[in-house]
């Protein structure tokens, strides 16, 4: 199999320390294989974006870097800023509040989420620059959206040349630069005993385990929040009629013919007559719930003659013989006995007991009677027919 060849993006999130961007790029530089950037993008405020230039552009210490390690020509233009801005699109300067933050996350998620949509690239994603909830963002943003290819990384600096105004990273010959220590006094420093390390940071990858839907950072975040606590808590729920069997995750549920066809009752309430269609999540939600006397109904039985008769292999006189036996619809007593025995049937088949809430049927007391039906989520039901 052929290796992929992919195009190196490094993002940056880049605050009042300019020298994390060729820091890291050295560090890429002295890996073995070597890591160049095809593009870079960094994130910051405006008066981060003005260093930057100033430092990095105007005093050449980029192009120096890559004269001084033969590195293939990288230029910073003017799209590789990403400058955070306001509700009003205005640029920020600095991050100082609730809001200026919540626009940073999103900001940060935006770009990751967009450039984690192209297979062909590899993101090289560094948290050392900037303020701490810069790092936080841009971890969560590629653990949401990273795929296995991508990497999250901190460029480890020497304590002395750490933040150091003099220090961009390490030159070839050896040069003195000054410390200002806490004391006030100067500390002669030689470039040659400075140590530059990248760390690359282990990461959960979510991206292809959820389904994210939401815009903002924090509305991500909530999304994902429920889509894992239903994917680890709620197993899928699968019915096949036609093979008579139901699967909770990958276990096997065997209920007789008749119950089968109840608790394809109660499932097939939950999906065809949800009163929140638009909601993707149910949650605690059980207004699709219904007291027994709908269930017991003539009409109600028609759609369960049916789901009878693809239980026994599609032979329609199954379905008439149910429908003769109960001719004006299944009795409260009989489904109440048939519904204990489901619960029986699932709470004897799975043992993990945090389960068996999700999958029973359930009775809630509302508008002053007896409600029954399933918990589960509506999104972990499958009845193939």
Same mark, same amino acid.
């Given at each position: 199999?052929?290796?992929?060849?992919?195009?190196?993006?490094?993002?940056?999130?880049?605050?009042?320390?300019?020298?994390?961007?060729?820091?890291?790029?050295?560090?890429?530089?002295?890996?073995?294989?070597?890591?160049?950037?095809?593009?870079?993008?960094?994130?910051?405020? $405006?008066? =981060?974006?003005?260093?930057?230039?100033?430092?990095?552009?105007?005093?050449?210490?980029?192009?120096?870097?890559?004269?001084?390690?033969?590195?293939?020509?990288?230029?910073?233009?003017?799209?590789?800023?990403?400058?955070?801005?306001?509700?009003?699109?205005?640029?920020?300067?600095?991050?100082?509040?609730?809001?200026?933050?919540?626009?940073?996350?999103?900001?940060?998620?935006?770009?990751?989420?967009? +450039?984690?949509?192209?297979? $062909?690239?590899?993101?090289?994603?560094?948290?050392?620059?900037?303020?701490?909830?810069?790092?936080?963002? *841009?971890? $969560?943003?590629?653990?949401?959206?990273?795929? !296995?290819?991508?990497?999250?990384?901190?460029?480890?600096?020497?304590?002395?040349?750490?933040?150091?105004?003099?220090?961009?990273?390490?030159?070839?010959?050896?040069?003195?630069?000054?410390?200002?220590? @806490?004391?006030?006094?100067?500390?002669?420093?030689?470039?040659?005993?400075?140590?530059?390390?990248?760390?690359?940071?282990?990461?959960?990858?979510?991206?292809?385990?959820?389904?994210?839907?939401?815009? =903002?950072?924090?509305?991500?975040?909530?999304?994902?929040?429920?889509?894992?606590?239903?994917?680890? *808590?709620?197993?899928?729920?699968?019915?096949?009629?036609?093979?008579?069997?139901?699967?909770?995750?990958?276990?096997?549920?065997?209920?007789?013919?008749?119950?089968?066809?109840?608790?394809?009752?109660?499932?097939?309430?939950?999906?065809?007559?949800?009163?929140?269609?638009?909601?993707?999540?149910?949650?605690?939600?059980?207004?699709?719930?219904?007291?027994?006397?709908?269930?017991?109904?003539?009409? @109600?039985?028609? !759609?369960?003659?049916?789901?009878?008769?693809?239980?026994?292999?599609? +032979? !329609?006189? +199954? =379905?008439?013989?149910? $429908?003769?036996?109960?001719?004006?619809?299944?009795?409260?007593?009989?489904?109440? =006995?048939?519904?204990?025995?489901?619960?029986?049937?699932?709470?004897?088949?799975?043992?993990?007991?945090?389960?068996?809430?999700?999958?029973?049927?359930?009775?809630?007391?509302?508008?002053?009677?007896?409600?029954?039906?399933?918990?589960?989520?509506?999104? +972990?039901?499958?009845?193939?027919?």
């Amino acid at each position: 199999m052929l290796k992929q060849e992919f195009r190196e993006v490094f993002i940056f999130v880049a605050g009042a320390t300019p020298q994390i961007i060729t820091e890291t790029i050295y560090a890429f530089s002295q890996k073995n294989p070597q890591v160049h950037p095809d593009e870079i993008y960094i994130i910051t405020t $405006s008066t =981060g974006k003005k260093r930057i230039k100033e430092t990095l552009i105007e005093k050449g210490i980029l192009k120096a870097l890559n004269d001084e390690y033969s590195l293939p020509a990288l230029e910073l233009k003017e799209d590789s800023f990403i400058v955070v801005k306001d509700s009003s699109g205005q640029e920020l300067d600095d991050i100082r509040n609730e809001a200026e933050n919540e626009a940073l996350g999103d900001c940060i998620t935006s770009l990751i989420m967009e +450039k984690a949509r192209d297979k $062909s690239i590899r993101l090289h994603c560094s948290l050392a620059g900037g303020r701490k909830t810069m790092s936080f963002y *841009i971890g $969560s943003a590629l653990q949401l959206f990273g795929r !296995p290819w991508d990497r999250l990384y901190h460029v480890l600096v020497s304590s002395d040349f750490e933040t150091n105004p003099h220090f961009f990273y390490k030159p070839k010959k050896n040069t003195v630069i000054e410390r200002r220590c @806490a004391d006030g006094s100067i500390k002669q420093l030689n470039t040659d005993n400075a140590e530059i390390q990248l760390a690359e940071l282990p990461l959960i990858r979510l991206g292809n385990k959820l389904s994210l839907k939401g815009k =903002g950072f924090r509305e991500l975040i909530s999304e994902g929040q429920r889509e894992w606590d239903t994917a680890t *808590i709620q197993p899928e729920l699968t019915v096949d009629l036609f093979a008579r069997t139901i699967y909770i995750g990958e276990t096997l549920i065997e209920m007789v013919p008749v119950q089968l066809m109840i608790y394809a009752a109660f499932l097939r309430q939950k999906l065809e007559h949800c009163k929140y269609p638009d909601s993707p999540y149910c949650l605690e939600c059980t207004d699709c719930f219904f007291v027994l006397s709908d269930l017991a109904s003539k009409p @109600a039985l028609e !759609p369960m003659a049916k789901d009878y008769d693809k239980i026994y292999g599609g +032979k !329609p006189l +199954k =379905g008439e013989e149910l $429908s003769s036996k109960w001719k004006e619809g299944i009795k409260p007593e009989v489904l109440r =006995g048939n519904i204990s025995k489901i619960n029986r049937t699932i709470k004897e088949q799975i043992h993990d007991e945090k389960l068996l809430p999700y999958y029973q049927v359930a009775t809630v007391k509302k508008y002053a009677d007896s409600r029954y039906g399933v918990r589960i989520e509506k999104g +972990k039901i499958s009845i193939d027919n």
